[in-house]
């Protein structure tokens, strides 16, 4: 079984479609994390507090947005040969982490993620999911941009 972490990104649509062509019809689970309001709240620092704000409406909204994206992208993964189930989890450590849970959960033998496409000074500042990936993994990952990050990269080494 392979996991595919989808956010609903170009580069997230081409690394399904990738897993689909280089794993037939493998079992595959589709993972869309959401993050609840309070984290990000703590996160921007932000001081609104509860009471003020219906935090767990917010999350019901996020949660449900979640699951119509790994819903989306079971779908995608299915037209592209894979069987696939959607699947969501809350974010509660870093976005690379809780994939890594998820993985070591359904026992997933390979992660198939998209790259954001950063280079340079943006990925030392804001870091990339995929790149934490690949540092914590313990298994195989398959990092896929995007067609147009693709062209971009090959234009550049030219």
């Keep these: 079984m392979i996991l595919i972490a989808y956010d609903g990104s ?3 649509q081409s690394a399904i479609d990738l897993a689909g062509q280089l794993m037939g019809d493998q079992p595959a689970t589709v993972l869309s994390v959401w993050e609840p309001f309070v984290d990000v709240m703590a996160r921007t620092g932000l001081g609104i507090g509860p009471g003020v ?8 909204g996020y949660e449900e947005s979640a699951r119509e994206l790994a819903a989306e992208g079971a779908r995608r993964a299915a037209r592209a040969g894979l069987n696939a189930q959607p699947r969501t989890r809350a974010r509660h450590a870093t976005i690379a982490a809780t994939i890594l849970a998820e993985a070591d959960e359904l026992g ?3 992660i198939v993620l998209g790259s954001r496409g950063l280079t340079g000074i943006k990925s030392l500042l804001l870091g990339s999911v995929s790149h934490a990936v690949l540092q914590h993994a313990d298994r195989p990952v398959i990092v896929v941009p995007s067609s147009e ?3 971009e990269r090959a234009a550049y080494r030219r």
């Design 53 to 60: 704000i219906d935090f767990e409406a917010i999350d019901k």
């Design 149 to 151: 990050v693709a062209h």
């Design 108 to 110: 997933a033998s390979a």
């Design 10 to 12: 170009k580069d997230a």
